[in-house]
């Protein structure tokens, strides 16, 4: 069973700052998202990854997959990026397997 | 951009009622699934759902619960006796691999509160 611990578990930062969130997952996998949460639920994918690092807008997402880990960055923070970002993993060899969720990170960005 | 629809977006029901969540997934998508998140905790995987059956499903997936295709189009999840723990929002998800590539598209539903009294 695949276990996905991200850290930090809560983080306030001020506008503009640069924003990493870490993901490591304990055995192998065919694909790592990335995913945003907004209080009132709804879920939306930011990113599919299965090597090396794929960027959009002023999200940045990386994997490593020889340590089991990936990061998510956020550049030039602004307070709408406040919301839960979840790191979900697809198994390794499951053709569509469901994904193992972390538990999320809180983000809140003060203007 | 393609979505997924999910009814209803809340649905309140007393313990032991039969519930059915809908869901309608991207059209050319094959893949399907139900994912649940109890209010504070994280989402949790309950069962994936090709060619007309059910793929995988996790150990909170019991005989109370049950999942059709019934037309094409619709998705449901049905709970057959629902308990206070119960409680959760539901999250439909439906997946299409890429053809000629390892990638897939995925997308996920708005969510359905249930609220079990």
């Known amino acids: 069973k695949n276990e996905v611990e991200q850290s930090p578990q809560n983080l306030t930062a001020q506008e503009g700052e640069f924003i990493t969130i870490n993901c490591s997952y304990s055995?192998?996998?065919?694909?790592l998202h990335w995913l945003q949460q907004h209080p009132g639920g709804g879920i939306v994918s930011l990113f599919m990854?299965?090597?090396g690092k794929k960027k959009h807008g002023r999200l940045i997402a990386t994997i490593n997959i020889q340590e089991k880990h990936s990061s998510l960055h956020i550049t030039a923070s602004h307070p709408r990026d406040s919301a839960v970002y979840i790191c979900?993993?697809?198994?390794?060899?499951?053709?569509?397997?469901?994904?193992?969720f972390g538990k999320g990170t809180h983000l809140i960005i003060q203007p | 951009e393609p979505e997924v629809t999910q009814t209803p977006s809340h649905q309140v029901t007393q313990m032991g009622q039969e519930v059915i969540l809908r869901c309608v997934p991207i059209?050319?998508?094959?893949?399907f699934y139900w994912y649940r998140q109890i209010l504070g905790q994280k989402v949790e995987f309950l069962v994936s759902?090709?060619?007309?059956?059910?793929?995988?499903k996790s150990e909170i997936f019991d005989d109370q619960f049950s999942v059709e295709r019934p037309d094409g189009s619709n998705f449901t999840l049905k709970i057959r006796s629902t308990k206070l723990e119960d409680s959760a929002m539901y999250f439909c998800?439906?997946?299409?691999?890429?053809?000629?590539?390892?990638?897939?598209?995925?997308?996920f539903g708005p969510g359905t509160r249930l609220t079990v009294t």
């Open positions: 759902f090709y060619n007309n059956e059910i793929s995988e």
């Open positions: 990854l299965s090597s």
């Open positions: 055995v192998g996998i065919s694909a």
């Open positions: 979900a993993v697809r198994h390794s060899g499951g053709g569509a397997d469901g994904l193992t």
């Open positions: 059209s050319n998508h094959l893949y």
């Open positions: 998800a439906s997946l299409v691999w890429l053809s000629g590539s390892l990638s897939y598209e995925q997308y």
